[in-house]
């Protein structure tokens, strides 16, 4: 059993940086792919970036493709979104999700964090 817990969400201007953290403990992080999702106030949840286990191998949503970094640090059992040139369309509370599949679907995911709030004022 994996958990999950994200930190480093806030208010930010848009064109401002944040660092998303999730920290796992409870099972083998570094055999675990990762990734984060979000969901926008009347939306449904959307994935946003994922990692392999071994790190060697990123994807990302469009809308944050060359703004946005997934990366992750298996001796911390953590992983990191580095959000970059932030928009108010960005605004959504973040999920990582841990599984055993390297996929954007959310149904692929067996462990889900509780979220961090972000929004990114205009």
């Known amino acids: 059993q994996v958990q999950l817990v994200e930190s480093g969400g806030g208010l930010v201007q848009a064109g401002g940086s944040l660092r998303l953290s999730c920290a796992a403990s409870?099972?083998?992080?570094?055999?675990?792919?990762m990734a984060w999702f979000r969901q926008a106030p009347g939306k449904e949840r959307e994935f946003v970036a994922v990692i392999t286990w071994t790190g060697g191998s990123t994807y990302y949503a469009d809308s944050v493709k060359g703004r946005f970094t997934i990366s992750r640090d298996n001796a911390k059992n953590t992983v990191y979104l580095q959000m970059n040139s932030l928009k108010p369309e960005d605004t959504a509370v973040y999920y990582c999700a841990a599984g055993p599949i390297y996929s954007r679907t959310q149904g692929q995911y067996d462990y889900w964090g509780q979220g961090t709030q972000v929004t990114v004022s205009s």
């Open positions: 409870g099972g083998i992080f570094s055999k675990h792919n």
